[in-house]
């Protein structure tokens, strides 16, 4: 099955720097990779996702690449604010399989 | 749409109690999942549900614990006799082929 290891486990950085959580799979069939982001003492909530049929998709400052061939994605956002605080957890699975696979999830704490 | 329906939001138990826990899916889809989510472990993926049918419960810990999809629109999880360190926030998902997962804001359990 499906294998998603995600680094780093806890990221800090100062308003306004860049963040960037990295994933890679283990399942070269899975073509769909969504992320997905907790706030303290709520449900994860979709955030953004990509289609193995695209490098790269962009949601104002979200973005999240893919790289089939290694099989990893990463989330990259930037201008960071204190309200980007959260949990984030990148996941993967095969379309017409419903059984995703989460990461273990990476605590991001910005700094005011 | 009011989402994913997780029902009770906080249960406190004695340990030995049968806790049962709820949830109503998105109409229409046709996927449900439960994960069970600590510090330690992360979201742990129970059991899913396509069109009804338990798929994998390869993830449900021990026989103390069984779910149900008696229909499209209800799912339950049970614990039998419960235990403390079946403590967690237990969330329930649904999601369409092809599509993400829409979670519910999860059941607060402490078992005493």
């Known amino acids: 099955g499906e294998n998603v290891e995600q680094h780093p486990s806890t990221l800090s950085v100062q308003e306004g720097d860049s963040a960037v959580i990295k994933c890679t799979y283990s399942?070269?069939?899975?073509?769909?990779f969504p992320w997905y982001k907790q706030e303290l003492g709520k449900r994860p909530q979709l955030i953004i996702d990509?289609?193995?049929?695209?490098g790269e998709k962009k949601d104002q400052r979200i973005a999240v690449t893919l790289n089939k061939t290694a099989k990893h994605f990463s989330l990259h956002i930037t201008e960071t604010q204190p309200e980007d605080s959260a949990v984030y957890f990148c996941?993967?699975?095969?379309?017409?399989?419903?059984?995703?696979?989460f990461g273990a999830g990476t605590r991001l704490t910005v700094k005011p | 749409d009011a989402g994913v329906i997780q029902s009770p939001r906080h249960e406190v138990t004695e340990m030995g109690q049968e806790v049962t826990l709820r949830c109503k899916p998105i109409?229409?889809?046709?996927?449900l999942f439960w994960y069970r989510q600590t510090m330690m472990r992360g979201l742990e993926l129970l059991i899913y549900?396509?069109?009804?049918?338990?798929?994998?419960d390869s993830g449900m810990p021990e026989d103390r614990f069984s779910a149900k999809m008696p229909n499209a629109s209800f799912s339950t999880l049970k614990i039998q006799p419960s235990e403390p360190r079946d403590s967690a926030v237990y969330f329930c998902?649904?999601?369409?082929?092809?599509?993400?997962?829409?979670f519910g804001s999860g059941t607060r359990l402490t078992v005493v």
């Open positions: 109409s229409g889809h046709n996927s």
């Open positions: 996941a993967a699975k095969l379309l017409i399989n419903n059984d995703m696979r």
């Open positions: 549900f396509n069109n009804n049918v338990p798929i994998d």
């Open positions: 399942d070269s069939a899975s073509n769909y």
């Open positions: 990509i289609r193995s049929n695209v």
């Open positions: 998902a649904s999601s369409y082929t092809g599509g993400g997962y829409t």
